[in-house]
């Protein structure tokens, strides 16, 4: 079982940037296509992004294409969520989750091996 751990939450104000990192503890993500959720307090798990495991292939929600980039390291080790021009509405639990069907799945049913999780707050 993979244990997947997010890091790089904060607060900014409106327009600022934040870097999430995901890692697996004890293992490698290098096989694994791997996806970005978010949960804001009151609503549903929402998909943010997806990655294939060759890292080349990307897939967005509508509400963050252009702001946000889903990346992965050459050694494919850490998964990483850039978010730009940050919005107030951007606020939640942010997630990271390894992909058990197609790669570029908006569905969380489709994600096993999600992490705790790393809270985003951004004031306005």
């Known amino acids: 079982q993979v244990q997947l751990v997010e890091s790089g939450g904060g607060s900014v104000q409106a327009g600022g940037s934040l870097r999430l990192s995901c890692a697996a503890s004890g293992g490698t993500l290098s096989t694994y296509d791997m996806g970005w959720f978010r949960q804001a307090p009151g609503k549903e798990r929402e998909f943010v992004a997806a990655i294939q495991w060759t890292g080349v292939t990307t897939n967005y929600a509508d509400s963050v294409k252009g702001r946000f980039t889903i990346s992965r390291d050459n050694a494919k080790t850490t998964v990483f969520l850039q978010m730009n021009s940050l919005k107030p509405e951007d606020t939640a639990l942010y997630y990271c989750?390894?992909?058990?069907?197609?790669?570029?799945?908006?569905?969380?049913?489709?994600?096993?091996?999600w992490g705790q999780g790393t809270q985003v707050t951004v004031s306005p």
């Open positions: 989750a390894v992909n058990r069907a197609w790669w570029g799945s908006r569905r969380s049913d489709d994600y096993i091996y």
